[in-house]
């Protein structure tokens, strides 16, 4: 019987499908952070190439129209203006404006005419000539002095003279940092947040399936009537809650139409065939020795063999439907074992067979005691049937924290082949076997309906093995 156990939390159905749901959050918030950073990116870049086009132009204005001799200082003067009127985003600590702006004017064989900005010119003009540029195209300038790159315009004049104007990136860089920071930030708790509201709410839909799952463990063979909680929402899982109640109602109906079908066909066929007995037994009793008694006799052993069949056949015919009725108790599993050797140790001491058992002592175990005496006996049977003489039983009983075994071992010639895969069906038997071919098959009924496993096989040296296994917590 399924039984609920406390999973660690990384291994539930609900941590499974929040994982999943959180990765779609990943990846749609991925794609949402890639998209606004290059719609973010490519508008700072415009911004900032709008305005190196219009300044440029102001700039070649004002080195056309002033005097050489005053060009300098009008030019620093400009850039100076640009710098921290016009972009004065570019005023951040540690940076002053001629670190932020350059101009760079040069005439038609490349020679540096004019030269406004930090440092030396010549890392400046080394960069725009190794970086081919182009007239009324801006690009980026990478100098191996300055961590940041500048965005630079070229304005080319009637006479072949150059005019570069830069804006460095460094802000602009800063800016996209920070944005991607916060935005990055924002994906994060987009991500978290929906991994909790998908982990609480799948959570809870679990826990009401859960609810089912526990309920419905309960309702075993020998308990038909509790049914699964429905609920109060009128959702997906109320349906299927109301759907497995009534498939349980169907079910129970059936099993109870099943039972009374059993018991009176039993009570039926056992009534005429236990007066018939009673009336062979009192002539058997009352009539004086003759040739008559050992045909009543064998006619007395076939009425206890016909009513044995019925009562296996209709107990197979229960546990093939899974309406085996059980009455579990606490038994002393090896002392239960114990005295059906003791029971039947003279009739295997008549066949010249013998019986070994180990088993530790107490073995409890919750079980039908009825059915399992039964069970016992098939098996018994089975070894006096089959075995030849001078064939050994072992008989072991282990258990451990989950399990109990059972373990039937003989040194005889084992299973026929044929029969060996379908030993636990009903009337299978090998071609001199004389009975009726429902021991093993009951034997198995029995386990499954305790909702154990029983196999056998044939060891590689000689002899059969008969393994039962009966669950700690039925």
Excluded at 125 to 141: Q, T, W
Excluded at 244 to 250: I, W
Excluded at 440 to 459: D, I, K, M, P, Y
Aim: net charge negative; charged share 20%.
């Amino acid at each position: 019987m399924y039984s609920a156990t406390n999973k660690p939390g990384f291994r539930t159905a609900a941590w499974r499908i929040s994982l999943w749901g959180t990765l779609a959050f990943a990846a749609g918030a991925l794609v949402v952070f890639i998209f606004l950073d290059h719609y973010v990116s490519n508008e700072i870049q415009s911004r900032s190439d709008a305005w190196l086009s219009g300044e440029i132009d102001v700039l070649s204005d004002v080195a056309k129209q002033t005097p050489q001799d005053a060009l300098h200082d009008r030019i620093v003067d400009e850039v100076a203006e640009l710098a921290t009127k016009e972009v004065p985003t570019e005023q951040v600590t540690g940076m002053d404006w001629n670190e932020a702006v350059f101009f760079l004017q040069t005439d038609s064989t490349r020679q540096v005419k004019l030269w406004v900005g930090k440092g030396s010119s010549s890392p400046y003009v080394s960069a725009i000539i190794s970086g081919n540029m182009v007239p009324g195209k801006l690009a980026d300038l990478k100098l191996p002095t300055y961590k940041y790159p500048y965005r630079v315009v070229c304005f080319q004049t009637e006479d072949g003279s150059r005019n570069y104007l830069g804006l460095s990136e460094r802000n602009d860089q800063r800016v996209l940092l920070r944005m991607r920071i916060y935005l990055l930030g924002i994906c994060l708790l987009i991500v978290v947040l929906g991994f909790l509201l998908i982990f609480v709410s799948t959570k809870e839909m679990l826990r009401r399936v859960q609810l089912i799952t526990e309920t419905a463990s309960h309702i075993g063979q020998d308990d038909l009537t509790s049914r699964v909680p429905a609920g109060k929402r009128q959702d997906e899982i109320s349906q299927l809650s109301a759907t497995l109640n009534r498939m349980l109602d169907r079910i129970q109906a059936t099993v109870q139409q099943l039972h009374t079908m059993t018991d009176s066909l039993s009570h039926d066929l056992r009534s005429p065939i236990m007066a018939v007995r009673g009336k062979m037994e009192t002539a058997l009793l009352s009539a004086p020795d003759g040739e008559w008694t050992e045909p009543m006799a064998d006619a007395l052993v076939h009425l206890d063999r016909l009513s044995d069949l019925l009562t296996k056949s209709l107990d197979v015919v229960e546990a093939n439907a899974n309406a085996l009725r059980l009455r579990p108790e606490t038994v002393r599993l090896d002392k239960m074992v114990q005295s059906m050797i003791d029971l039947y140790e003279p009739a295997f001491v008549e066949r010249g067979l013998h019986l070994d058992f180990l088993a530790p002592a107490p073995v409890l175990a919750t079980l039908d005691a009825g059915l399992l005496h039964r069970m016992l006996a098939n098996l018994m049977d089975n070894c006096l049937k089959h075995l030849p003489a001078g064939t050994t039983v072992h008989i072991a009983l282990t258990e451990n924290d989950s399990q109990f075994t059972l373990s039937f071992t003989d040194d005889g010639p084992g299973f026929p082949p044929e029969v060996l895969p379908h030993v636990f069906e009903k009337h299978a038997k090998g071609i001199n076997s004389t009975g009726s071919g429902l021991g093993l098959a009951f034997v198995e009924a029995v386990v499954r309906a305790h909702q154990g496993s029983v196999t056998a096989s044939n060891q590689p040296s000689g002899g059969a093995i008969i393994e039962i296994i009966f669950p700690r917590n039925n």
